[in-house]
């Protein structure tokens, strides 16, 4: 079965920048979505970014201007890149995909902490 494994969180200052990826243990490059999700304590998870089997992206208006997400379809991996990130932003971030046919797959998620 498919695995997806989150990498490159951390404890960051504000202001600073962090890239997550995504790799996948199988094949993905059918996937209809790839997504980022976050969960911070306390809260519900909430929607970060998408990007769609057709290369449309879409993303949260509290992180619009300041997070990209893309993807290698190649290596079965995509990415969140976070710039000028803000207290926040501190969560577990978690990554997705839908796939026709089948539930969806998620990361165990990686921690992001900023602060000063």
């Known amino acids: 079965q498919v695995q997806l494994v989150e990498s490159g969180g951390g404890l960051v200052r504000p202001g600073g920048s962090l890239r997550l990826s995504c790799a996948a243990s199988?094949?993905?490059?059918?996937?209809?979505?790839r997504a980022w999700y976050r969960q911070a304590p306390g809260k519900e998870r909430e929607f970060v970014a998408h990007?769609?089997?057709?290369?449309?992206?879409k993303y949260a208006d509290s992180v619009k201007g300041r997070f990209t997400i893309s993807r290698n379809v190649s290596q079965n991996t995509f990415t969140l890149e976070m710039n000028n990130l803000k207290p926040e932003d501190t969560a577990v971030y978690y990554c997705?995909?839908?796939?026709?046919?089948?539930?969806?797959?998620w990361g165990q998620g990686t921690q992001v902490t900023v602060s000063s």
């Open positions: 990007i769609t089997l057709g290369n449309s992206k």
């Open positions: 199988g094949d993905i490059r059918s996937s209809i979505i």
């Open positions: 997705n995909v839908r796939r026709n046919f089948e539930s969806d797959l």
